[in-house]
């Protein structure tokens, strides 16, 4: 019989979220090293499945040593707009867009779940195609947007090439969705020390990164 992540994806974010808490605690050197996500949030997800998104993708980037500050500039918070939100991405940060669907036309392997623009700072990730893969791979979407939001915010730390396995391959098949179903998808060793040194110490620019 098969198990269905949909069911138990809550239980299990619970227990990684405090895990992540718990490794952010044990390891303070890397306390002034934070990679700040603004979220703009155009596809009007429910608060739930973006709650989820960061909190799963926290806990991804943290197994590599980086902590992260989530900003919403725009979706599920009410309120004044942060003055980060306008300012240009050169203090640790990048942009996370939402958008309901991929805007481009389709290519041979179908339409990625997310796209990432390296030298701007900036990526986006595709609501549809995410609920589409996730149902079929019995993943909740929160999982899945954050698996998608991780791999591109990758990308825009260490740059456009992907690996053979693990977050950063090209294109998931059956055995990465069933990782992330037991949120066992990683960065490799290599990936992880590339990080470390990307995420700037507070009040530096991200090594590379260019004005919008």
Request: with cysteine; net charge positive.
């Amino acid at each position: 019989m098969k198990t269905s992540w949909q069911t138990t994806g809550r239980a299990v974010l619970g227990a990684v979220w405090l895990a992540a808490a718990a490794l952010a605690r044990e390891n303070p050197p890397m306390s002034s090293r934070i990679l700040t996500v603004l979220v703009v949030d155009y596809a009007g997800v429910p608060d739930g499945s973006l709650k989820d998104m960061e909190a799963l993708s926290s806990v991804l980037l943290s197994r590599a040593g980086v902590r992260t500050e989530w900003v919403h500039c725009l979706g599920h918070t009410a309120g004044s707009r942060p003055a980060i939100c306008d300012a240009n991405l050169e203090t640790g940060s990048v942009l996370l867009r939402i958008l309901k669907a991929y805007p481009g036309t389709q290519n041979k392997l179908g339409d990625p779940l997310g796209t990432a623009m390296v030298e701007s700072g900036y990526a986006s990730i595709y609501v549809s195609e995410i609920e589409r893969d996730a149902a079929q791979n019995e993943l909740t979407a929160g999982c899945l947007m954050a698996y998608a939001a991780t791999h591109e915010i990758g990308h825009l730390l260490l740059g456009p090439k992907h690996s053979p396995a693990g977050i950063m391959r090209a294109i998931w098949g059956p055995a990465e969705y069933r990782a992330m179903g037991q949120r066992g998808l990683n960065f490799n060793r290599t990936q992880q020390a590339a990080l470390r040194l990307a995420v700037p110490v507070a009040g530096e620019r991200l090594a590379g990164l260019r004005r919008p």
